[in-house]
């Protein structure tokens, strides 16, 4: 695989269905993707209320397999994937030597020497090539499968009655973080309980050849309890209720876990050396006597919007900087996680603002996550 990706736009299986559905596409890290379909504040509020069914295809799945892929995996990434049970998944990231994030991953455990690693869509290349190239010392086989694979997410409180009138797989036994093989409308599937929206919900990995056909099934089955098609415009504010970190955004490679408040997903427990580790345990020291910025939630008292790299003040001195913004369908108000200092960053801290284009708009901080779903 050379290290550069077509200069087309590379469109999903479920391309011709978006077009017919009347999607607004846009370029999303190389892909021709749904941004919308309607009304953003609706596919959100489906998604939160209802059911929502997104196209993820341009995820990049990675499967690493042989006799000794746990311990590939424990030492190219951060997180203790030998510990990790067949049939479940875990959230981790993969590091530079330095201890900056590359990407942030989950990892699916399918068999006990079968492993599905997937990265973001802008981050997918650079993965797998990082993936194999610390392949390297081990007896296990890192393998591009991002053609191999059609994602389709089904989220919101009504999905696990719209995916169980389709399927007989225990779902009511899947737990978060878990997947299993099963059939789906008769297509086969990986059906896994993770989504990146705040609800309960099932992304289902499929061949492509199948994706048309499960999205219909999902989408008929889902008519009588208001299933919407989503795109990725509601996605991103789902996730940003939900205080979930985006790559590019609150993740970035001039950042370590324990700089993103994440340092937990880094195990320096496990057996075995890994990438980063020392320049990791560093950080974690570091962290400890000469805190980080903080990832904090900032909800506008006024209507307008902050968005990523605005800068955060109080009291006519710069203290952090917004990651995301953007307007709250369910809070009813503009919205933002961003990195401020250690002393500002307590909820109700008093004078803080973000400087929006010269006026310094009042933000209340408060902590994360904005919106959490009832159990």
């Known amino acids: 695989m050379s290290s550069t990706e077509p200069s087309e736009k590379r469109r999903t299986a479920l391309d011709a269905v978006h077009r017919s559905l009347g999607a607004t596409m846009t370029d999303f890290a190389g892909w021709d993707m749904p941004l919308r379909y309607g009304s953003e504040r609706d596919e959100h509020q489906a998604v939160r209320t209802r059911a929502g069914l997104f196209d993820l295809s341009h995820m990049g799945e990675i499967t690493v397999t042989g006799p000794e892929a746990a311990a590939l995996l424990n030492f190219a990434l951060v997180g203790d994937i030998a510990s990790v049970g067949v049939g479940?998944?875990?959230?981790?990231?993969?590091?530079?030597?330095?201890?900056?994030?590359?990407?942030?991953l989950i990892v699916y455990r399918l068999a006990e020497t079968e492993y599905m690693v997937v990265a973001n869509a802008s981050n997918a290349l650079t993965v797998l090539e990082a993936l194999r190239a610390r392949a390297e010392r081990f007896d296990a086989e890192v393998r591009d499968d991002r053609?191999?694979?059609?994602?389709?997410?089904?989220?919101?409180?009504?999905?696990?009655?719209?995916?169980?009138?389709?399927?007989?797989a225990d779902l009511d036994g899947l737990k978060y973080?878990?997947?299993?093989?099963?059939?789906?409308?008769?297509?086969?599937?990986?059906?896994?309980?993770?989504?990146?929206?705040?609800?309960?919900?099932?992304?289902?990995?499929?061949?492509?050849?199948?994706?048309?056909?499960?999205?219909?099934?999902?989408?008929?089955?889902?008519?009588?309890?208001?299933?919407?098609?989503?795109?990725?415009?509601?996605?991103?504010?789902?996730?940003?209720?939900?205080?979930?970190?985006?790559?590019?955004?609150?993740?970035?490679?001039?950042?370590?876990?324990?700089?993103?408040?994440?340092?937990?997903?880094?195990?320096?427990?496990?057996?075995?050396?890994f990438v980063g580790r020392e320049a990791l345990a560093a950080a974690a020291a570091r962290a400890e006597t000469d805190p980080p910025r903080v990832l904090v939630g900032l909800v506008a008292e006024g209507r307008r919007v902050p968005r990523a790299g605005y800068s955060v003040v109080a009291g006519g001195e710069v203290i952090g900087e917004v990651t995301s913004g953007a307007p709250s369908p369910t809070l009813g108000k503009p919205i933002a996680?961003?990195?401020?200092?250690?002393?500002?960053?307590?909820?109700?801290?008093?004078?803080?603002?973000?400087?929006?284009?010269?006026?310094h708009e009042p933000y209340e901080v408060v902590a994360l996550p904005f919106y959490k779903r009832r159990k």
């Open 337 to 359: 996680m961003a990195y401020v200092d250690a002393a500002h960053a307590a909820p109700g801290t008093p004078g803080v603002g973000v400087d929006i284009r010269g006026s």
């Open 177 to 273: 973080y878990a997947g299993l093989p099963g059939t789906v409308a008769g297509v086969p599937a990986l059906i896994a309980r993770t989504g990146y929206t705040g609800e309960d919900g099932f992304e289902l990995f499929v061949r492509p050849e199948h994706a048309v056909e499960l999205w219909q099934a999902l989408t008929k089955a889902g008519e009588g309890v208001g299933l919407v098609p989503c795109g990725l415009s509601c996605r991103d504010t789902l996730r940003l209720e939900a205080g979930m970190p985006l790559y590019g955004h609150e993740l970035t490679a001039g950042l370590t876990p324990f700089d993103a408040g994440l340092g937990r997903v880094v195990k320096f427990g496990k057996e075995g050396d």
């Open 147 to 168: 053609d191999a694979y059609a994602l389709i997410a089904v989220q919101g409180p009504e999905s696990p009655g719209v995916l169980a009138s389709l399927t007989d």
């Open 88 to 104: 479940r998944a875990r959230y981790t990231m993969i590091c530079q030597a330095d201890g900056g994030i590359l990407d942030d």
